[in-house]
C-alpha cells in the first residue's frame, strides 16, 4: 500500500455520445484512488463493530445503541467484495497473463492468512481444547476450499469464509476482464443488470431455502457482487459512468445499511446495500480523478485503508481470546463496556501494524521479487484502496 498525496490528476476527455465499442481502448490511470483505501477501513471497522455486538460487551442501553448501529456490520464484507471487483479491473494490465496475475493475488493475501490461521490453530490448542480442526477441515482452510461446504465455512479464523470468496474471484478474474474488454458500454450494463437479477433471485432463494445450506458464504452466490465492481470500473475508465456524487452514494449506501434489519437474516442483507455500495465506489473513485472533495482520502484514513486487510483478518482472534478474560457475553455497563473495546480495538490494531510492517509488506516484496532486470523500465501501475 501507498502513502496518497494529494496532487492534481489529468483525466482524459469523455467519449463522444453513443455507444463504446469494444476497440475503444480504455485509458489507463497512472494514479491511485487513495479514498477507496479510506473507504475500505470504514467497511473493517463496521465488521469489528458487528463482532463486539455479537460477543456482547456492553448491556441496557449501550448494548442497544451497539446493536443499532453495528447489527448490520456484516455488509462490509459485501463492499470489500464490490470494491475487489472494482479494483481488480481498474489496475488490470493491458497485456497481463493468467499466472502473473495470480502470482500478485497470492503474494497479496496469502502470507497474512497463513499467519492467522497458525495464530487460530494455536488458539484452539491453547485456549479453546473443543475447537479444534479436523485434518481435513484445517487443509481446506488453508487451501481457502472450506466456504464451498457450509459446515466448515468457520473453521479455525472464521473471517476467512470471505478470503475463500476472494480466492475463487481470482480464479475467475482473467476470464471477466477478458469478456469486459470484448463489451461496449450497454454490454457491461447488461452485464450489471444480469448481477443485479441474479442477486435478487439468490436472496430469494437463500430466504425461501431453496438450498440445503444458506448461500451467504457459498463464493458463487457472491460473485455478482464482484462484477458489479468490475463493471462500475470498466464503465470508469471508459469515462461513460453516470453515477450521482460522492454524498448522494453515501446516503443511498447509509439508508441501505440501516433497513438491513428489516430483511430477512442471511444473504438477503445484500438487497439493502448493494445499491448503494455499487454507486459509492465509483463516485469516490471520481471524486479522486476529478480532484473533489472527499474525506475519506485524509492521510489518517488511508494509512488506517492500508492497515484494514491485516485489521479484519485478526481482530476476531483477539476477540475470541478475550472471552477467556472478561467471559461470554459479558454485558458491561457503558464504561466498562467502553474501556474493553477500546482495549480490544487497540490490541487488533497494533497486531494490524505488525502483521502488515513485518508480514504483508516484505513477504509481498520477497514474493514479487523479479529474478531478472527488466529489459526497460515498465510504467508504474495503477494503484487504488491498497492494492487489493
Not at 80 to 96: I, Q
Not at 111 to 136: I, R
Not at 270 to 294: E, H, R, W, Y
Amino acid at each position: 500500500m501507498t502513502t496518497a498525496t494529494t496532487r492534481t490528476i489529468r483525466t482524459t476527455p469523455h467519449p463522444p455520445d453513443g455507444e463504446t465499442t469494444a476497440r475503444d481502448s480504455p485509458r489507463t490511470p497512472n494514479t491511485s484512488l487513495p479514498s477507496l483505501t479510506g473507504l475500505r477501513w470504514m467497511a473493517a471497522l463496521l465488521v469489528f463493530g458487528l463482532h463486539v455486538n455479537n460477543f456482547g460487551y456492553f448491556g441496557g442501553t449501550g448494548g442497544s445503541l451497539v446493536y443499532w448501529a453495528f447489527s448490520s456490520g456484516a455488509t462490509g464484507v459485501s463492499f470489500f467484495f464490490v470494491l475487489s471487483g472494482f479494483v481488480l479491473t481498474w489496475s488490470a494490465r493491458p497485456h497481463d497473463r493468467a499466472l502473473g496475475f495470480w502470482r500478485r493475488r497470492v503474494a497479496r493475501i496469502y502470507p497474512v492468512h497463513l499467519v492467522t490461521v497458525g495464530l487460530a490453530f494455536l488458539l484452539a490448542l491453547t485456549l479453546e481444547s473443543n475447537a479444534q480442526p479436523t485434518p481435513k477441515q484445517a487443509v481446506a482452510n488453508v487451501l481457502l476450499l472450506h466456504s464451498w461446504w457450509r459446515p466448515w465455512w468457520q473453521t479455525l479464523n472464521p473471517v476467512s469464509w470471505s478470503l475463500a470468496c476472494e480466492a475463487f474471484f481470482y480464479a475467475s478474474f482473467p476470464l471477466l476482464i477478458l469478456l469486459l474488454r470484448r463489451l461496449g458500454v450497454r454490454g457491461s450494463v447488461a452485464l450489471g443488470g444480469l448481477s443485479l437479477v441474479a442477486i435478487v433471485v439468490i436472496s430469494r432463494a437463500d430466504s425461501q431455502h431453496w438450498w440445503t445450506y444458506a448461500l451467504y458464504s457459498f463464493p458463487a452466490a457472491r460473485l455478482p457482487e464482484f462484477i458489479l465492481g468490475a463493471v462500475t470500473a470498466r464503465l470508469v475508465l471508459l469515462g461513460r459512468w453516470r453515477g450521482p456524487g460522492l454524498e448522494a452514494s453515501l446516503a443511498l449506501a447509509i439508508i441501505g445499511y440501516f433497513l438491513v434489519p428489516q430483511a430477512p437474516l442471511g444473504y438477503s442483507a445484500t438487497m439493502c446495500t448493494i445499491i448503494g455500495f455499487t454507486l459509492l465506489i465509483p463516485a469516490a473513485a471520481n471524486a479522486d480523478l476529478k480532484g473533489l472533495p472527499s474525506m475519506w482520502r485524509s492521510r489518517r484514513m488511508v494509512r488506517l485503508g492500508e492497515l484494514s486487510f491485516a485489521f479484519y483478518m485478526v481482530h476476531l482472534l483477539v476477540l475470541r481470546a478475550g472471552t477467556h478474560l472478561v467471559g461470554i457475553k459479558p454485558h458491561f455497563g457503558g464504561l466498562a463496556g467502553i474501556a474493553v473495546t477500546a482495549t480490544v480495538f487497540a490490541l487488533s490494531l497494533g497486531l494490524s501494524w505488525l502483521l502488515y510492517e513485518l508480514v504483508e509488506l516484505p513477504a509481498r516484496r520477497l514474493l514479487l521479487r523479479r529474478r531478472h532486470p527488466a529489459k526497460a523500465p515498465a510504467p508504474r501501475e495503477a494503484q487504488a484502496a491498497a492494492r487489493d
